[in-house]
Each structure stands twice: as C-alpha cells, then as structure tokens.
C-alpha cells in the first residue's frame, strides 16, 4: 500500500531517525503538468518510501522516505557518509535497495528498472567531476547526447534537422556557451565543463535532474551563474542538488532535506533547519 503522507512536517529536536520527515507532499511545485509519458496526478515526481540499503551489515540507507513534486527545486545536505551518494543511486538504478520502494511519477518502479531504462524515462544525472568528450568541441558534444537512435547504422546517416540545430542553439545559449560552440572540450574550464554536461543532460529532456555538488571548484562568477540556471531550470524540470555549500544551497533552494545516519533528520527552508536543535548538533558542529 502505497503511504499517504501528512500535509505538514514538524522540525523539532529528534533522537532516532524520524520516519515521518520525508513524508511532506507540501512542497514547490505540486500540482504542475510533467512531461509526456509520465504520470504524476499527485504532483510528485519522486517517491522513495521506507528505503533501505545495507553493505555488509551496515545501513548506508535507513527506512528514508523523501516526496519531490513536479517542477521543484529541492536541495539534499548532510555530513560525509549521510547517505547522499547512496540515495542518488538508488534513484538512477545503479543500487538496488533492500527494503522500500522507489516510485518515478505514478506508475514507473525505479527498483524493478535497468539504469538505461531509468535514464530513458527521464532521470539524468550528473556527478561531480564533468565527464564531457573532451577531443570533441561543445557542438560535437550536445549532437552527441541528443535522444536519437545511437546504433553506428543511424549514426552513420545521421543527419541535423533544422528542429535539433535549434535545440542545440537553444541549449547553448542557456548554459552560456554559444561563444564557444567550436571550441574542444578539453579547452574549457572547469566551470565550463560543468556547463556542458549539464547542457548534455539537457538535450535528453530530463524530467528529473540530479546534481551532485555541481558548483564544486568553480569561481565566484561560475557559482553565481549555476544559482541564475538552476532557478531557471526549475519549473520545467525537477532538480535534486546534492550540495556543501550553504552559501549557494540558500541562493536556490526553496526546500531543503537534511540525512543523516541514512535517514531524513528534518525538511523545510534553509532558514528552518538551521534552526533545528539537533540539525545544528548533528550537522553544524555548534
């Protein structure tokens, strides 16, 4: 039976892991239209219920529950070893959980799907380190991460239409690279890098976006620009940040989630869980 959670979510001290927290439907986004295919009647894009994941004897997950509507923004903190990386991959089908289920809108059951099948529905991920082709220029890059069939049949006889020019012509104005369009990957800089996946990730219209700590080693300018993207982003697509910087996490996120110890410690604004007695035990250092 699937959980109905509770409209409202208190933020008080907690000893043991709270079940509950995780549990709110009440948040940005709701009630928008998702993309073609997906069925979010709810206006949650992401369910996990009852997650738990287990290497060797030790919880990395620990019965967490977390809802993402459709179109938010929503940002995942917590100390090293809160389960952050491990929830990402439960999302993206690269770990399966021992307990729980993971549901991508209504009907798709992300713990019954290939990592291929995950991504074809509409989960794009990004890690940390940029992972673009960098002997190849930013075009040759977006043409590449497009959503066309990729056998070396089609590949071969492949060619642009006027409709996906103006894709990759929209994309790269949106992540700022249309002055670089020829330019080898490899050139760029980090930031730029980073850029440029998140721009591949966008040629296959993503309806759920994950980033793991995107504004890492960037400049001041760099980190400034990925905030301005990201709340632009947001509304078209759902995006789940992963961040350790408390300065960028409160220029963007409207709703922040806090793990620990592999569960859901508290939600709310960034304003709110600072706040939080044992957030601020737990997680701050005060």
């Given at each position: 039976?699937?959980?109905?959670?509770?409209?409202?979510?208190?933020?008080?001290?907690?000893?043991?892991?709270?079940?509950?927290?995780?549990?709110?439907?009440d948040a940005?986004?709701?009630?928008?239209?998702?993309?073609?295919?997906?069925?979010?009647?709810?206006?949650?894009?992401?369910?996990?219920?009852?997650?738990?994941?287990?290497?060797?004897?030790?919880?990395?997950?620990?019965?967490?529950?977390?809802?993402?509507?459709?179109?938010?923004?929503?940002?995942?903190?917590?100390?090293?070893?809160?389960?952050?990386?491990?929830?990402?991959?439960?999302?993206?089908?690269?770990?399966?959980?021992?307990?729980?289920?993971a549901?991508?809108?209504?009907?798709?059951?992300?713990?019954?799907?290939?990592?291929?099948?995950?991504a074809?529905?509409?989960?794009?991920?990004?890690?940390?380190?940029?992972?673009?082709?960098?002997?190849?220029?930013?075009?040759?890059?977006?043409?590449?991460?497009?959503?066309?069939?990729?056998?070396?049949?089609?590949?071969?006889?492949?060619?642009?239409?006027?409709?996906?020019?103006?894709?990759?012509?929209?994309?790269?104005?949106?992540?700022?690279?249309?002055?670089?369009?020829?330019?080898?990957?490899?050139?760029?800089?980090?930031?730029?890098?980073?850029?440029?996946?998140?721009?591949?990730?966008?040629?296959?219209?993503?309806?759920?976006?994950?980033?793991?700590?995107?504004?890492?080693?960037?400049?001041?300018?760099?980190?400034?620009?990925?905030?301005?993207?990201?709340?632009r982003?947001?509304?078209?697509?759902?995006?789940?940040?992963?961040?350790?910087?408390?300065?960028?996490?409160?220029?963007?996120?409207?709703?922040?989630?806090?793990?620990?110890?592999?569960s859901?410690?508290?939600?709310?604004?960034?304003?709110?869980?600072?706040?939080?007695?044992?957030?601020?035990?737990?997680?701050?250092?005060?």
């Open positions: 039976m699937r959980i109905t959670p509770t409209a409202d979510f208190m933020l008080e001290p907690i000893l043991e892991p709270n079940k509950d927290a995780g549990a709110s439907r940005i986004g709701l009630g928008q239209a998702a993309g073609k295919g997906l069925n979010t009647r709810h206006g949650t894009i992401l369910t996990l219920e009852d997650i738990s994941v287990s290497f060797d004897g030790f919880k990395a997950l620990n019965d967490l529950n977390l809802y993402i509507g459709v179109g938010e923004l929503r940002c995942i903190i917590g100390p090293n070893g809160a389960g952050k990386t491990t929830l990402m991959d439960v999302i993206t089908g690269k770990t399966r959980p021992t307990h729980g289920k549901w991508f809108g209504e009907t798709l059951d992300l713990t019954q799907m290939s990592e291929v099948r995950i074809q529905a509409g989960i794009g991920r990004k890690f940390q380190k940029p992972t673009v082709f960098e002997a190849l220029s930013v075009f040759e890059n977006l043409e590449l991460a497009q959503k066309t069939d990729k056998s070396v049949w089609a590949s071969l006889r492949a060619k642009l239409s006027g409709e996906q020019k103006e894709r990759i012509d929209e994309v790269l104005e949106t992540i700022r690279l249309t002055a670089s369009v020829e330019r080898q990957a490899g050139l760029l800089s980090h930031g730029q890098k980073q850029f440029l996946e998140i721009g591949m990730l966008l040629m296959q219209d993503p309806q759920l976006l994950l980033l793991d700590e995107p504004v890492a080693g960037m400049t001041d300018a760099e980190t400034e620009f990925t905030a301005e993207l990201f709340k982003l947001a509304g078209k697509h759902s995006l789940m940040v992963v961040e350790h910087d408390m300065g960028f996490v409160g220029s963007i996120a409207d709703h922040v989630t806090v793990l620990h110890q592999g859901v410690l508290a939600e709310g604004s960034l304003e709110q869980v600072q706040e939080n007695e044992r957030v601020i035990e737990v997680y701050l250092g005060r």
